[in-house]
């Protein structure tokens, strides 16, 4: 836009995934903090939110409950799967 005119037409997720025009970038405050953060930054900005961690932990930690409950379950099953064929 320039002066309220749209001086070229593009999608919408184009305009905020990768704006073109420097007044684009400069109106959204995250672009500019995106812009701005080396790829470390990012990272942990994007996987590391306490907000997201307090939300999700529950949910993470009956995951790694399953997770060893299944891996136990194959120990056990191979175990008792090669004892059978040992003796």
Do not use: C
């Not at 306490?50 to 399953?66: D, Q, T």
């Amino acid at each position: 836009m320039d002066h309220g005119a749209i001086r070229r037409a593009r999608p919408p997720e184009r305009i905020f995934s990768a704006p073109g025009e420097t007044r684009t970038r400069s109106f959204s405050p995250s672009l500019q903090a995106e812009a701005t953060m080396d790829g470390w930054s990012r990272f942990l900005d994007a996987f590391f939110k306490p907000e997201l961690i307090e939300r999700y932990f529950p949910a993470i930690m009956k995951g790694v409950v399953v997770t060893v409950e299944v891996a136990t379950a194959v120990v056990v099953t191979g175990l008792a799967g090669a004892r059978s064929r040992a003796g």
